[in-house]
């Protein structure tokens, strides 16, 4: 099970960083993007973080 949830932790912070450039680096003009970019990366930010937090918890 901790090699699940330690694949989940990197595809939810590689989803973090790679949604949140295109959350960053979207023109202003097409609001709609950019809003569901963050959206993404919040979502890939809330992942990581728990199950980077359950890894460190099983591991001590």
């Given at each position: 099970?901790?090699?699940l949830v330690a694949i989940v932790c990197v595809i939810?912070?590689?989803?973090?960083?790679a949604f949140g450039y295109l959350a960053l680096?979207?023109?202003?003009?097409d609001g709609h993007q950019m809003t569901m970019a963050a959206l993404l990366a919040a979502?890939?930010?809330l992942t990581?973080?728990?199950t980077y937090m359950s890894l460190s918890r099983k591991s001590g």
């Open positions: 099970m901790n090699k939810s912070w590689s989803g973090f960083w680096s979207a023109s202003s003009a979502i890939g930010f990581g973080t728990f």
